[in-house]
C-alpha cells in the first residue's frame, strides 16, 4: 500500500503541475490536451488528505497507466467515461475518509501547486469545480477546463458562471442619462437593433412603456389608442391639466388628416363632438373650422401651413406632445443634438476673438475640438496707412454696405474711400472740398446715397454731398450764430435732425428745409431710432434724452455724472455705448436704462472721441483714446482683448466695417488713417515682429 500510495503521489505531483500551468495559460476558454486533463483528475485524487482505503482502486488505474508500454513520445492516454466516473467516486469517497492520514503528502502538493485543496473543490485562487454529465468542469475567470470523451471540454457554461460571480456595476443617474441620451441620437438615427442591445446591457429603458405605446399609436395614426394612452400617462405628469392640451393637439391632427382624406362628415364630428367640448383655444376651434371650406388636400395644406398627412407632420406632432412629458417618461426631441449645440454656442460666446457669422449647425464645427479662435484672424494687424489728409484727421465713418470710407479732416476735405472687395484694400476714390472750418463729424444717408458733413463748434453751416456724383445738394445754414456740429438720419432717408451747443435743434429735409425745430437745447451728439420718431440727444446736462417731434414730448433716458463726448447706438436700437469725460466708455441699456458696463483702459479726457460696436452681431467695441492707442473689448469683457499701437497722437475715432467684419479704420491728429485687419500671411518670424502693434490683454 505505501509504494501504491507513493507512485500515486509522485505522480500526482507532476501532473498537478502540468495541469496548474495549464489552467493558468488557457484564460481564452481552449481546453488544454486530454492527457494532462486526465492526470490532473488522478493527482487530485492522490492529494486529498486521509486517502487510505479508496485510493487503491484510483492507484492501481494510474500504475496500470503508468506501467503500460508506450512508444517513444508524448503517451496518448484514453479514458473512458466509465473509468472517470469511477477516478470521481473514489476521489470522493477519499475526500470522506479518515482526515488526517498522509497529511504530509497532502502538504507537499498543496506546497507545489501553490494553492489549498478542500473538499468542496473550491481554491483560494477563485476556481470552482462544477460537474457536467458527469463531467468536471473547472471554472477560472470564465475559462472553463474539463473532461470529455476523448474531446475538448471547454463550453459557454463556464464564461457564463465566471460572469455572474462579477457582481454588476449600478450606473449613476447621469450614467443612465447619457445611456438614454445615446440611446435616443441612435434611434433617430435607425440604429434599432443597436439601441436594444444597448438598452439591454446597460438595465436602462430609452422611455417609459406607456409613452413608448403612445409614441406608436401616434405614428400609426391610431388616434383613439393614442388618447387611451393619455389616461396612462396622466399619472406620469407632474402637470396633469397638460393632458387637455395633448389630447387637443391629437385630435387637432385627427381632425387635419380626415379632411385631407376627404372625410368631411367625420371631420366634422371630431370638430364637434371631440374638440369643443374639451373648451381650450376656441380661438383656434373657430380657425380649424374655416378649413372645411377647402376645395381640395393643396388648399388645406397652404391654408393651414401643414405638410400632410404621413410621417414628417406626425413626428412635429410628437416633438410638441413630448415637451408636456417629464424627460424621465419620454425624452425631450432630439436631446443630444440640443445638449451639444447649447455647448458650442457656449464655446464661441466665451471666446474672446470669434468674430464669423453664428451657425447654428453642428456640421458647420468639429466635435472632437474645443471651439478656438486665434488674435491673427482679429483686426488688430496694421494692413494699410492713407496718408493723404495733410492735417488732423477727426472723423471716419463706413458706408452702411461696407464698400466705402468716408473720412474728414481739418485740412478741410472730405476723402471717399472705395474698398475692394476682394484685397480689402482702400483707394481714392473722391475729395470732397470747401468747408472753410474742417470736418468734424460724418453721417451716410440709410441708402448711402448722400454724406453730411458738420464742422466744429464754432461752424454754422452743413454740407449734404450726393456720393454717387460728388456734387454739393445743400449747403444749409439757419444762422450765423448757429453751431451745427452733430446729424443725424431720420430712417426713411428724407430727412435729417441737426443740433449744436448752442441750442439749436432742427428737422430739416433732404433740400435744407426747416420741418421742426426745438428751442433750448445744447446737443452734443444725435441718433435717430428705428421707430422713425425718436431722436436721442446727449446735452450739456450730462444726459441722453428722447425726442418726439410728432407730439413734441422729451423723456429722460440716461443720466451720468461727467459730460458726455459723443454716443452711438448699436443696430437693434438696446445698447448705447457712450465716451463720457474722464470716465471712459461706458455700456448703457437704453430699454431698461441702466449701465451695463465701464471699459478700463482707455484715456478720455474731454477731447470728442468717437467709439463704435462692431464685428459679427456686434460682439466688440473699438474706441480711440488719447494715449494714441485704439482698444478693443468684447462686449461682455472690461478688460481690453487687444490694444492696437501705430499712431503717434490721439485717436479721435474708430470706425468698424458693417459688411467685413475683420476690417476697421481709425483716425489720428497725426494725419493718418490706419486699416486693421487679420495678420497677413508671413513667416513666423515675421508673425513676431507684428505681434508688437497688437498688445494681448486676454482675460
Known amino acids: 500500500m505505501t509504494s501504491v500510495l507513493l507512485t500515486t503521489a509522485a505522480l500526482g505531483e507532476e501532473t498537478l503541475a502540468s495541469a496548474s500551468s495549464s489552467s493558468d495559460s488557457d484564460t481564452g476558454g481552449a481546453s488544454p490536451p486530454p492527457r494532462k486533463k486526465h492526470r490532473a483528475s488522478a493527482a487530485e485524487g492522490a492529494g486529498e488528505p486521509g486517502a487510505s482505503a479508496g485510493t487503491v482502486g484510483l492507484s492501481a488505474v494510474v500504475l496500470g497507466l503508468a506501467t503500460s508500454p508506450h512508444p517513444p513520445g508524448p503517451p496518448a492516454i484514453h479514458i473512458n467515461r466509465t473509468i472517470v466516473h469511477n477516478i470521481n467516486s473514489n476521489i470522493m469517497q477519499a475526500n470522506g475518509a479518515g482526515q488526517g492520514q498522509d497529511s504530509e503528502l497532502s502538504c507537499l502538493n498543496s506546497a507545489q501547486n501553490g494553492e489549498s ?96 405605446k403612445f409614441r406608436n399609436h401616434v405614428m400609426e395614426g391610431e388616434w383613439d389608442k393614442a388618447e387611451s394612452d393619455l389616461n396612462e400617462l396622466k399619472a406620469l405628469m407632474h402637470s396633469p391639466s397638460a393632458i387637455v392640451r395633448m389630447k387637443f393637439l391629437l385630435l387637432q391632427q385627427k381632425y387635419l388628416e380626415y379632411l385631407e382624406d376627404g372625410k368631411v362628415l367625420e371631420a366634422l364630428q371630431v370638430l364637434r363632438g371631440e374638440l369643443t367640448p374639451l373648451k381650450y383655444n376656441t380661438e383656434r376651434i373657430h380657425v380649424l373650422s374655416g378649413y372645411l371650406m377647402c376645395s381640395h388636400a393643396e388648399d388645406l395644406r397652404a391654408k393651414a401651413e401643414w405638410e400632410g398627412k404621413g410621417t414628417g407632420s406626425r413626428c412635429r406632432l410628437l416633438d410638441k406632445l413630448q415637451t408636456y412629458l417629464p424627460p424621465s417618461v419620454m425624452l425631450p426631441p432630439r436631446r443630444l443634438q440640443t445638449l451639444l449645440r447649447q455647448a458650442v454656442e457656449l464655446q464661441r460666446d466665451r471666446c474672446l476673438y470669434h468674430n464669423t457669422k453664428l451657425d447654428s449647425s453642428l456640421d458647420s464645427v468639429s466635435l472632437l475640438l474645443d471651439h478656438v479662435c486665434s488674435r491673427k484672424q482679429f483686426p488688430c494687424y496694421t494692413q ?77 453751416e452743413l454740407w449734404l454731398w450726393n456720393v454717387q456724383t460728388g456734387e454739393l445738394r445743400t449747403k444749409m445754414s439757419q444762422s450765423h450764430e448757429d ?51 425718436t431722436v436721442l440727444a446727449s446735452d450739456t446736462h450730462q444726459r441722453i434724452r428722447g425726442y418726439n417731434f410728432e407730439d413734441l414730448t422729451d423723456r429722460n433716458i440716461v443720466q451720468e455724472d461727467h459730460p458726455i ?40 479726457g474731454f477731447y470728442t472721441i468717437h467709439s463704435c460696436f462692431g464685428g459679427h ?75 508688437e502693434n497688437c498688445c494681448s490683454m486676454d482675460s
Open 117 to 212: 485543496s478542500s473538499a468542496s473543490g473550491a481554491h483560494s485562487n477563485g476556481l470552482i469545480s462544477s460537474t457536467n454529465n458527469g463531467n468536471t468542469v473547472s471554472t477560472n475567470n470564465g475559462a472553463s477546463v474539463g473532461v470529455a470523451s476523448g474531446t475538448s471540454a471547454a463550453s459557454a457554461s463556464g464564461s457564463e458562471v465566471g460572469s455572474t460571480m462579477k457582481k454588476k456595476k449600478r450606473l449613476s443617474q447621469s450614467e443612465e442619462d447619457v445611456i438614454r441620451l445615446i440611446g435616443q441620437h441612435l434611434h433617430g438615427l435607425g440604429l434599432n437593433q443597436t439601441v436594444d442591445l444597448l438598452m439591454q446591457e446597460s438595465g436602462c429603458r430609452l422611455e417609459h412603456p406607456a409613452a413608448t
Open 384 to 460: 494699410q496707412i492713407l496718408t493723404e489728409h495733410c492735417n488732423e484727421v477727426w472723423f471716419c465713418k463706413f458706408s452702411n454696405d461696407g464698400t466705402k470710407l468716408a473720412t474728414g479732416s481739418k485740412d478741410t476735405t472730405v476723402i471717399i474711400w472705395q474698398v475692394d472687395p476682394e484685397t480689402h484694400q482702400l483707394k481714392l476714390l473722391k475729395t470732397l472740398e470747401g468747408h472753410a472750418y474742417g470736418v468734424s463729424y460724418l453721417a451716410w444717408s440709410p441708402d448711402d446715397t448722400y454724406l453730411i458733413a458738420c464742422g466744429p463748434d464754432d461752424c454754422s
Open 483 to 533: 453751431s451745427l456740429t452733430s446729424v443725424a438720419w431720420n430712417p426713411d432717408a428724407k430727412r435729417f435732425v441737426t443740433g449744436g451747443q448752442r441750442g439749436q435743434f432742427y428737422q430739416c429735409d433732404l433740400d435744407g428745409n426747416l420741418l421742426d425745430s426745438w428751442e433750448g437745447v445744447r446737443v452734443q451728439c444725435l441718433w435717430c431710432l428705428s421707430d422713425g420718431r
Open 565 to 604: 463726448m459723443s454716443f452711438t447706438v448699436s443696430k437693434n436700437g438696446r445698447l448705447a455705448l457712450l465716451n463720457v469725460a474722464t470716465q471712459g466708455v461706458h455700456l448703457w441699456d437704453l430699454q431698461d436704462r441702466v449701465l451695463v458696463r465701464k471699459y478700463q483702459g482707455v484715456t478720455q
Open 617 to 691: 452681431n456686434e460682439d466688440f467695441i473699438a474706441s480711440g483714446s488719447e494715449d494714441h492707442k485704439v482698444y478693443i473689448w468684447h462686449k461682455r469683457s472690461e478688460l481690453p482683448i487687444a490694444e492696437l499701437t501705430g499712431h503717434t497722437r490721439t485717436v479721435n475715432c474708430v470706425s468698424w466695417n458693417p459688411a467685413l467684419p475683420g476690417l476697421m479704420a481709425s483716425a489720428s491728429d497725426d494725419g493718418t488713417v490706419r486699416v486693421w485687419g487679420p495678420a497677413p500671411f508671413l513667416d513666423t518670424q515675421d508673425l513676431e515682429g507684428l505681434n
